[in-house]
C-alpha cells in the first residue's frame, strides 16, 4: 500500500457512504456482545462491585489469578466494544491494572461465540493457534500492567445500591444499565464505531487481498497500521481468516489481524486513556505492536500458505471500502455488509435498542436505585432443616449456571443437528431450485437466503453436538454457500439468461446433494 493508492482512489461520497454502512455493521454485529457487557456491568453494579470477585481470583499478582481470569473471559461473550462497560465498572470498583488489563484485552479474544463460529468454518490448527496467542498475550499483558505504579483507588461509582434481594435487585439491575447504556461507556462505543467508519473508508477496495499476499513481505506492519484503528468484530475476524485460508494468503497478518484488530480499536485507545492516562495506554499497545511483530514474522516458515494460487475473495470485503460505496447502491452495499448475519445478531439489534430507549426513560424520568434490607429485627429464626442462607455470591452463581443451561439450551433450539440441517435445506432447496429454474426473481432471493440461511447455521450445530466437520466436509458446505451466494447476487443484478437459469438450477441440485453424501455419508 502506498499513499498514491489511496490518493487515487480517495472520493468523499464515497468515504461518507462507507462511514455509515461500516457503522450499521459493527453495531449489528457487535449488538448482542456489547449487550452482554451492559448487562455484565449493571449485574457487578447492583451486586457489590469488584468485592465480590476478589475472594475467587485468588492471590493478587500471582498467574494462578490471571489464569482465573481467563477461564472467566472463556465465559463471556464481549468484544472490544463490549467490553468497555464491564472493564470501567469494575475499574471503579478498585479492580488492579494488571487484572484489569488481561480483562480489558483478553477477554474480546476469547469470546465463546468466536471460538464458536472459527471452529465451525477454520481448520482446528488455526482455533488453536489463536488460543496459543490469546493465552500467551495475557501473560504479557499482565506482567506489563503489573509494572505500572498502583495509586490509590477511591473511585467509586455515582450510586451503588445496598444489596437487595427479590424484585428490588431486579429494578436495580434495570436502572444500572440504563444509567450505563446512556453513560460515558456508550460514548467510546459509537467513536470506536466512528473511527472504524473513517479508516474503512480511506482504504481502498481490494486492497487486503494484496496486503496478505505471502508475497508481500509488509504485509503484518501494513495490516497493523489498518486495521490497528478499526473494531474487527468476531463474524468479520472469523470470516477474514477463512478467506485467508481459503485463497491461500498469509496466515501471519491474520494473528496480526488478532491482536491489532480484535483486541484493540479506536475506542478501546480512547476508553483506555479515560482510565489510565495515556502513557500506560501507549504503553500496552506498543508492547501489543511487539508482540504482533515477533510472532507474525516467526509464523511465516512455521504456517506456510496452502499449496494454490492466491485468488479473489469477497470474505475481505468488510476490511475495506465496499465496492457500491455511492448513495445511488447504498442499499445493495449494505445488504451485502449484513447477508451474514443470524438470530443471534438480529435479536441482540433489537433488544440493545430497547435498552437504549430504556436508559433514556430512566434519565429524563431521574429513576433511581431502591433499597430494602432486612432489619434483623424482622429475620427470625426457623428450625427447618431447609433453612439455609445463602451469601449474594453463591446466588449469583446459581443465576449464571442456569442462565447458562438456558443460553445452552436456546443454541441447541437455534442451531438443529446435521441431519436436521440436510432435512430442513431439502424442503426448502425445492421450492428455491423451482423459483430459480422459473425464474422468479423476488421468490428465488428469498428461498436462496433461507436455503443459505440454514447452511450457514449447520458447522454451528455439529460443534455443539461434540463434533467437527473434517477439511472435506467444510470445503463442501463453502462450495455450497458459495453457489447460493453468487446465484443471490446475479439475480438481484439480472444477469442470468433463460438458458443459464436452468443450468445454475441443475447445478445447486448437484452441489446439494454432493455436501450431503460428504456430510452425512452412510446415514445417506
Not at 463471556?76 to 462497560?85: F, H, K, Q, R
Not at 495509586?151 to 435487585?169: A, C, D, F, L, M
Not at 443471490?488 to 443459464?500: P, S
Request: glycine share 8%.
Amino acid at each position: 500500500m502506498t499513499f498514491g493508492d489511496f490518493w487515487h482512489t480517495f472520493s468523499v461520497e464515497q468515504s461518507v457512504v462507507t462511514l455509515l454502512m461500516t457503522m450499521v455493521r459493527i453495531f449489528v454485529e457487535s449488538s448482542a456482545t456489547i449487550l452482554i457487557g451492559i448487562l455484565g456491568a449493571a449485574a457487578i453494579r447492583v451486586s457489590g462491585g469488584y468485592s465480590i470477585l476478589q475472594k475467587w481470583l485468588g492471590p493478587a499478582g500471582s498467574f494462578e489469578r490471571t489464569f482465573r481470569l481467563l477461564a472467566a473471559c472463556l465465559c463471556v461473550p464481549v468484544c472490544a466494544l463490549g467490553v468497555i462497560p464491564l472493564a470501567k465498572e469494575l475499574s471503579d470498583g478498585g479492580m488492579p491494572r494488571r487484572d484489569l488489563a488481561v480483562l480489558w484485552l483478553v477477554a474480546p479474544l476469547l469470546n465463546p461465540l468466536s471460538i464458536l463460529y472459527a471452529i465451525s468454518v477454520l481448520p482446528i490448527w488455526q482455533c488453536g493457534v489463536f488460543l496459543l496467542v490469546a493465552c500467551a498475550y495475557a501473560v504479557v499483558v499482565a506482567e506489563v500492567a503489573g509494572r505500572f505504579f498502583e495509586e490509590p483507588q477511591n473511585r467509586k461509582p455515582s450510586s451503588i445500591p445496598e444489596v437487595t434481594n427479590g424484585t428490588t435487585r431486579l429494578w436495580n439491575a434495570a436502572v444500572a444499565a440504563g444509567q450505563i447504556v446512556t453513560g460515558w461507556s456508550i460514548v467510546y462505543i459509537v467513536l470506536g464505531m466512528i473511527i472504524s467508519g473513517v479508516v474503512v473508508g480511506l482504504v481502498p477496495s481490494g486492497a487486503f487481498e494484496r496486503i496478505f499476499s505471502y508475497q508481500n513481505t509488509t504485509g503484518p506492519l501494513e495490516t497493523m497500521v489498518l486495521t490497528g484503528p478499526q473494531m474487527v468484530t468476531p463474524i468479520t475476524f472469523t470470516m477474514a481468516v477463512s478467506a485467508i485460508h481459503s485463497t491461500h494468503l498469509a496466515f501471519a497478518c491474520a494473528i496480526v489481524l488478532q491482536l491489532l484488530g480484535v483486541a484493540w480499536c479506536g475506542g478501546t485507545v480512547l476508553a483506555m486513556r479515560s482510565v489510565w492516562g495515556i502513557q500506560r495506554t501507549l504503553a500496552l499497545l506498543l508492547v501489543t505492536l511487539v508482540l504482533a511483530t515477533t510472532v507474525s514474522y516467526g509464523t511465516y516458515s512455521v504456517f506456510p500458505p496452502a499449496p494454490g494460487d492466491e485468488e479473489e475473495t469477497h470474505g475481505l470485503d468488510t476490511l475495506a471500502r465496499p465496492y457500491h460505496a455511492n448513495v445511488g447502491q447504498f442499499s445493495l452495499a449494505l445488504s451485502q455488509q449484513l447477508n451474514h448475519t443470524d438470530l443471534i445478531m438480529q435479536a441482540g439489534t433489537t433488544l440493545l435498542g430497547i435498552l437504549a430507549l430504556w436508559g433514556i426513560v430512566v434519565r429524563f424520568r431521574g429513576l433511581r436505585f431502591r433499597e430494602d434490607p432486612i432489619s434483623s429485627t424482622d429475620a427470625k429464626p426457623s428450625a427447618g432443616r431447609w433453612n439455609v442462607e445463602l451469601t449474594p455470591g453463591q446466588v449469583g452463581m446459581s443465576l449464571i449456571g442456569v442462565a447458562a443451561f438456558g443460553i445452552i439450551m436456546l443454541m441447541y433450539s437455534i442451531f438443529p443437528s446435521v441431519e436436521e440441517s440436510f432435512e430442513q435445506m431439502k424442503k426448502v432447496s425445492a421450492d428455491a431450485v423451482i423459483a430459480v429454474k422459473t425464474n422468479k426473481t423476488h421468490v428465488a432471493q428469498q428461498k436462496l437466503a433461507e436455503w443459505d440461511t440454514v447452511a450457514a447455521r449447520m458447522p454451528v450445530g455439529w460443534v455443539l453436538r461434540m463434533g467437527v466437520p473434517n477439511t472435506q466436509q467444510a470445503s463442501e458446505i463453502r462450495a455450497l454457500r458459495e453457489l447460493l451466494w453468487k446465484t443471490r447476487q446475479q439475480f438481484a443484478q439480472a444477469e442470468l439468461t433463460d438458458a443459464e437459469v436452468r443450468e445454475r438450477g441443475a447445478e445447486l441440485i448437484d452441489q446439494f446433494q454432493s455436501c450431503r453424501v460428504v456430510c452425512l455419508g452412510d446415514k445417506t
